[in-house]
């Protein structure tokens, strides 16, 4: 048997204990990784560490890690590093919209491999081609926290089934004009549905954002949800999987280690060509497109098969990819004693 330790950012105003209902998802990761190690029978911790001079420095002496990051930062949440306390090799639960630890720490000597929850090969060869994609592994993405949004399946079940529904469209989320991707609006797609579609959309950007369980209520009381990635994913769409609503999303085509499907699990709308991030390149071709799915998806004919989605996309997520649930798949992937 061997030890590990569990290296985890202290994020600002962390508390690590208790774990508490708005406890960030890698977090909980970690412990209920902590747990199942130990169950195995080796020895396992999990250590804070806080970042330095502005969030700019990694130095984890333990294990060698003294990293200054050439970008604006190292993010300080969303990720973790799971360390052989004997070998001091270690592998990334990388969780951030985009590979940015990995890309730091991957050209140290005791870098294994990154579970990524936001994994496409193609925006990664196209942004970041130094990085080893033999060493990357599609993972899960989670809502941010899961206890909130697990605590409130039963309210939002119950304000689904006692209101009617809004067949509108439905999308709050970020569209300032300052959300760019290579110079280009990521979510213009908002802009184009308001002005296309007036009478069929209910959406808008951070300046009708609601507070987390506010936006959950509301979005109980439409007939299907709209996802726009704020990358390849967004932990929206996650939440709204968790609480059983049915959603609807450009058709994906990065990866995750336990299979997303589309007309099954979520609605996917076809949208053409898209920007690196995932984003359409069109926004107007993709507003037609998604107007289009939604009327069709929206008629009482099919409200058994939205049902289904519903269902499906929940049970995935409670079943397979929630913290408790997708350990042994994490387990899977690392291939303890291998390193």
């Not at 290296?7 to 747990?35: C, D, Q, R, W």
């Not at 081609?129 to 949004?149: A, C, E, Q, R, S």
């Not at 959300?179 to 802009?191: A, C, F, P, Q, T």
């Amino acid at each position: 048997m061997a030890s590990y330790t569990i290296y985890h950012p202290a994020h600002k105003g962390h508390n690590p204990s208790p774990v508490g209902i708005n406890t960030y998802f890698t977090e909980l990761l970690a412990y209920e990784l902590k747990t199942v190690l130990f169950d195995m029978g080796h020895e396992a911790n999990i250590t804070y560490i806080n970042l330095c001079a502005d969030n700019k420095v990694l130095y984890i002496p333990e294990v060698d890690i003294n990293v200054s990051s050439n970008g604006p930062y190292i993010p300080d949440s969303l990720w973790f590093i799971i360390v052989n306390d004997e070998t001091k090799n270690f592998v990334i639960v990388d969780l951030q919209d985009a590979p940015s630890v990995t890309r730091y720490l991957q050209t140290l000597p005791g870098y294994v491999m990154s579970l990524l929850g936001q994994y496409s090969l193609e925006r990664y060869h196209h942004e970041n081609p130094w990085l080893d994609f033999t060493k990357l592994l599609p993972f899960v993405y989670f809502p941010y926290y899961p206890n909130v949004v697990e605590s409130m399946i039963e309210e939002i079940q119950d304000i689904r089934n006692s209101s009617q529904l809004d067949d509108r469209v439905f999308f709050f989320g970020n569209n300032r004009d300052d959300y760019l991707h290579d110079g280009v609006k990521i979510r213009e797609v908002i802009s184009a549905l308001e002005y296309k579609y007036p009478d069929e959309v209910c959406v808008g950007s951070t300046e009708k954002k609601l507070p987390m369980q506010d936006f959950f209520r509301k979005a109980a009381t439409h007939t299907i949800n709209l996802g726009l990635p704020g990358h390849q994913w967004c932990s929206r769409e996650h939440e709204l999987w968790t609480l059983g609503l049915p959603v609807m999303l450009y058709e994906h085509t990065h990866h995750l280690a336990i299979d997303l499907i589309p007309n099954y699990h979520y609605i996917a709308v076809p949208v053409g060509s898209r920007l690196s991030i995932g984003m359409a390149s069109n926004p107007m071709r993709a507003a037609d497109q998604i107007i289009k799915a939604h009327r069709e998806w929206i008629k009482p004919s099919n409200k058994w098969r939205l049902n289904n989605i519903a269902y499906n996309g929940q049970r995935r997520i409670l079943e397979q990819a929630s913290p408790k649930t997708v350990i042994p798949k994490l387990i899977d992937l690392i291939q303890l004693g291998n390193w």
